[in-house]
């Protein structure tokens, strides 16, 4: 089965978020033997570069080099700073590229992001479509912009871009986590910008009998590599499955670990209920970041009673693109929606 692997090459950062999840007390970095590794024993599918800014890792361009070599589609989610330092050629090399919107105007990416990071974002973007390189906008949903999404949509829209929308994870604190009625009226908001090319979000996929994904990629086709030398399910999830080395041992595969096990496990509260093949629990990493692997999911509206899921059934309202070649569709929980040529700017 071929995956599609997320890698961090570093945990560096040109700028410093303060919703990331990125690790930041002491400096991360892969090598490129231990990228290798990675190449020579997984079935790779392609690579989505992630987690620091990887054009902070003073061996980027040769990392770019040997994926190249090895006919890897590669992907990276970036905040304009490791696409500026490349090279037409480099870039084009690209399968595609994502560049991180948090909000729809430059005053409050400025202020979120730290001064000058709009500008960056939209001077990069700029160039990969000049570039022909395919390029989407990506924003996390949090408290503080989830009312927003459908602004943040049309913004995509404006750039010709589609949008991807990655639900904020507690891995640092608290601050940005959305309340259960914020998570359903931010996919409401999200699903009335445009249809929806792919929800890998394991609960509202299932919710909505959207079917474009079944149950929580964690564990199943999921896995990243993370600069500390690491392999687990999920960017977020709390613990290392194993180190990159022991992918080279055949004694044992990967998907085995007892992390990469956890990260399957269907929480007993749920196993009676009629949506459990298709949500497997939901997001298993929101639950083993809060210590509640073997409790239903936060935003499980099931828990609630039938009522409330009929609420939620009605609040959302979508329409279903076609699902499309995009690198991530199957390797986080994820939600991409189409708004280029969609929506007016
Ligand atoms: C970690 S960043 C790394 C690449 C680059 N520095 C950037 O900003 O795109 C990759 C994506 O993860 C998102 N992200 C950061 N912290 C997150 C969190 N706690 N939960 C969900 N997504 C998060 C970012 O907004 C960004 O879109």
Redesign the pocket.
């Known amino acids: 089965m071929s995956v599609a692997v997320g890698i961090?090459l570093t945990n560096e950062?040109?700028?410093a978020?303060p919703?990331?999840?990125?690790p930041t007390l002491m400096k991360q970095r892969l090598s490129v033997p231990e990228v290798e590794t990675i190449l020579d024993n997984l079935d790779v599918g392609s690579v989505n570069?992630?987690?620091?800014?990887?054009g902070v890792h003073p061996e980027y361009r040769e990392m770019l080099a040997l994926l190249a070599r090895r006919d890897v589609k590669t992907a990276?989610?970036?905040?304009g700073?490791?696409l500026n330092m490349l090279t037409d050629e480099e870039l084009s090399a690209f399968h595609s590229i994502?560049?991180?919107f948090?909000f729809p105007t430059k005053e409050e990416m400025d202020e979120f992001?730290g001064k000058g990071a709009w500008e960056m974002a939209i001077e990069s973007l700029e160039r990969c479509q000049a570039l022909g390189v395919p390029t989407s906008v990506?924003?996390?949903m949090?408290n503080t912009n989830y009312g927003r999404m459908e602004e943040v949509a049309r913004f995509a829209a404006g750039l010709g871009c589609d949008l991807r929308v990655?639900?904020?994870?507690?891995?640092?604190d608290e601050e940005?986590t959305l309340s259960y009625e914020q998570f359903w009226q931010g996919f409401a908001n999200l699903f009335a910008a445009g249809p929806v090319v792919v929800c890998s979000e394991p609960l509202v996929n299932a919710i909505m009998g959207l079917e474009t994904t079944r149950g929580n990629p964690c564990g199943q086709r999921s896995i990243r590599a993370l600069p500390a030398g690491t392999i687990t399910p999920c960017?977020?999830w709390p613990a290392a499955a194993a180190r990159i080395p022991h992918l080279a041992d055949t004694g044992q595969s990967i998907w085995d670990r007892p992390e990469f096990e956890k990260s399957r496990h269907l929480p007993k509260a749920c196993e009676p209920c009629r949506f459990a093949e298709s949500c497997a629990g939901g997001c298993a990493s929101r639950r083993a970041l809060r210590d509640r692997l073997d409790e239903p999911d936060e935003y499980c509206p099931v828990v609630r009673g039938e009522d409330e899921v009929r609420r939620v059934q009605e609040m959302l309202s979508y329409t279903l693109s076609n699902p499309e070649d995009v690198p991530k569709a199957g390797n986080a929980c994820t939600t991409v929606i189409k708004t280029a040529g969609n929506l007016p700017a």
């Open positions: 961090g950062c040109n700028l978020c919703h990331c999840y990125r570069l992630g987690v620091g800014e990887n990276i989610t970036s905040n700073y490791s994502e560049l991180s948090d992001r990506a924003a996390v949090m990655n639900v904020y994870q507690p891995v640092a940005f960017p977020y």
